[in-house]
């Protein structure tokens, strides 16, 4: 399936070919982004999820199927992309739960925290080793869902969330050492949920979230610099929380989200690691618990809704990192509260709530083959007429 709204992906390719051959080309406006689009499923739909990627694999964990009670629909099933064959297969996590986290850290992939009864929060963890294709188990210093995580250099973060219900915030980090295999604590500035995670160079960044009750959001964003061991603090333009975060190059950017009142906004937070500044700059539309992952220069900002309820976005927002331009593409279904990661040279979008049901919907996004085939064939026609001319 075609990506809309990227009409000259093939434009630039096509323009070569035609000077090859000796006709006169037209001359593009802009040419947009170089990516297709495919759709597959993972089962059982669901929403809740956490996704990360090792090696070859992007693997898709726990979450809840029910829209109505999340503790009716609870599943374990790890669902495991290989983009090296491109075949789908099934594992299990050791619990059923929703509202966990994960993330890859050397050749490890860990599922932590989340809940499974009565929002109580959980200190499982479930460690996928992608060198040998099993599973162990380990633990958090604390149980709690709702958190968030990172990887960078050899550690990999879990940070934030609830231990419970009500005003249950927590401010804990667990540091997972891959090195050693040790586990060490930290603490965020001030105890939250639902932040936004990435890490950038030697950075690991959490930034807004929602707070305890009374406090509302969070304009602040932690960063754990792995040269010094040392944590700061900065401030964010704005206030918000279920930001969508995502590194390319220099940058990490921070997207969307809920801020005051509950509204949702087109703000992005960019970080750029070479200099230490901070910039902004804005979605196409305004969304929150909306996905992101980056495919090679690009950072991809997909789906989102208007904050709660079970419809979403099928809106695609794209950073290219190397022109500094962004464009738009969409979904093959709109949702919101879906997941993404990115193994090979595959950028997976999958779950999430939409048409008032959760969702088994996966969109792919791949770079785009013609170009480097007419590219190609431009190419060999130019060498065999510059050897034709020589002889």
Excluded at 297 to 312: E, L
Aim: aromatic letters at 10%; proline letters at 2%.
């Amino acid at each position: 399936m075609r990506t809309p709204g990227t009409g000259y992906r093939t434009t630039a390719a096509a323009f070569v070919l035609m000077a090859t051959l000796g006709f006169a080309a037209p001359c593009p406006r802009a040419f947009a982004v170089h990516l297709d689009q495919s759709t597959a499923s993972i089962s059982p739909a669901r929403y809740g999820l956490a996704a990360t990627s090792v090696g070859d694999n992007a693997l898709f964990g726990g979450g809840s199927s029910n829209i109505s009670n999340e503790f009716n629909g609870l599943t374990s099933t790890v669902n495991l992309f290989d983009a090296g064959t491109g075949q789908w297969s099934q594992s299990n996590l050791s619990q059923a739960r929703v509202y966990l986290a994960a993330t890859s850290v050397d050749h490890y992939a860990m599922f932590a925290g989340g809940t499974s009864s009565n929002f109580a929060g959980l200190q499982t963890v479930d460690i996928y080793d992608a060198s040998k294709g099993q599973w162990s188990a380990s633990s958090l210093s604390l149980g709690r869902w709702g958190l968030s995580a990172t990887s960078v250099g050899n550690y990999a973060l879990f940070a934030g969330g609830f231990t419970g219900t009500g005003n249950s915030f927590s401010s804990r980090v667990d540091i997972f050492n891959a090195n050693t295999g040790q586990w060490t604590v930290a603490s965020l500035s001030v105890p939250k949920s639902q932040v936004g995670a990435t890490s950038v160079g030697n950075y690991a960044i959490f930034a807004g979230g929602l707070m305890s009750s009374g406090s509302g959001y969070d304009n602040h964003a932690d960063i754990f610099d792995t040269q010094t061991g040392l944590w700061t603090t900065t401030t964010l333009s704005m206030a918000q929380s279920n930001m969508a975060a995502t590194s390319v190059g220099n940058y990490a950017l921070f997207a969307g989200g809920t801020t005051v009142d509950n509204h949702t906004t087109t703000v992005v937070e960019i970080f750029n690691a070479s200099t230490g500044q901070w910039s902004q700059a804005n979605l196409s539309k305004a969304r929150t618990q909306l996905a992101a992952t980056t495919l090679g220069n690009y950072a991809i900002f997909a789906g989102g809704g208007g904050g709660g309820g079970t419809s979403g976005s099928n809106v695609v927002d794209i950073f290219d990192a190397d022109t500094g331009q962004w464009f738009t593409s969409t979904l093959s279904q709109g949702r919101n509260s879906l997941v993404a990661t990115t193994a090979g040279n595959y950028a997976l979008f999958a779950g999430g709530l939409g048409n008032g049901a959760s969702s088994g919907t996966v969109d792919i996004f791949t770079p785009e083959p013609a170009t480097l085939s007419l590219l190609a064939v431009g190419g060999l026609l130019v060498l065999r007429r510059r050897r034709a001319k020589q002889a």
